[in-house]
């Protein structure tokens, strides 16, 4: 430590001069230098980060000279599995089951309507896998169908013509008896060229 000189002319005795005694000082030790080895965690983070980018730039090389990373051929798989035709996402075909009913009516009243906004959903109802009403266009409103039924099983199945303008293919239904009792009440999301299906067991 050094302190300043006090050159004042009052506090000097036969032309010696008095130094400034700084009292209750502590010794300053001087710092270490810090050392970048292998074991230093800056110095591991910073090699980890270099690691990343070489390996990042090595896929853009790879991308650029027409062979795929791994990393874009799994991003492929997966849009493909959404694949969208003219503007359209295609879902997966898959038919849905509306469960089981028993009653003892000679016909069911079925009424059925899009549940989303109205985008041109169409719709064929088969009975026994025979066609018997075609080409429905669901609208907001409910439409009323009656349908025969035979003694034994009846299958009635809604198949998807289309998805509309946004897909998936909606509807929401409501099966009566001839009474007017209500049998079941569901909703549909399918893909063109699906079923939903419902069972109903006539009894004699």
Avoid: H
Avoid at 70 to 98: C, H, M, T, W
Avoid at 116 to 129: A, F, K, L, M, S
Wanted: glycine letters at 6%.
């Amino acid at each position: 430590m050094s302190a300043q000189l006090d050159n004042n002319t009052n506090n000097k005795e036969k032309g010696k001069t008095k130094a400034i005694v700084l009292k209750n000082s502590k010794e300053v030790k001087k710092p270490s230098s810090i050392e970048l080895d292998g074991t230093n965690g800056f110095k591991k983070a910073y090699d980890e980060e270099q690691k990343k980018l070489k390996k990042k730039q090595e896929e853009e090389n790879l991308n650029n000279k027409g062979i795929k990373s791994e990393a874009k051929i799994s991003e492929e798989r997966f849009l493909k599995a959404f694949k969208k035709v003219n503007g359209q996402y295609i879902y997966p075909v898959i038919d849905q089951d509306l469960g089981s009913f028993r009653t003892d009516s000679k016909s069911v009243n079925i009424i059925c309507r899009d549940f989303q906004y109205p985008d041109g959903d169409r719709v064929t109802i088969y009975v026994n896998d025979i066609p018997v009403v075609v080409n429905i266009i669901l609208e907001q409103r409910y439409q009323k169908f009656s349908i025969p039924l035979e003694v034994g099983i009846n299958k009635i199945a809604f198949k998807a013509l289309n998805q509309g303008t946004s897909g998936p293919n909606t509807a929401a239904f409501k099966v009566y008896n001839d009474a007017g009792m209500l049998i079941s009440s569901n909703e549909w999301n399918l893909a063109t060229g699906a079923k939903a299906t419902l069972v109903i067991a006539k009894d004699k």
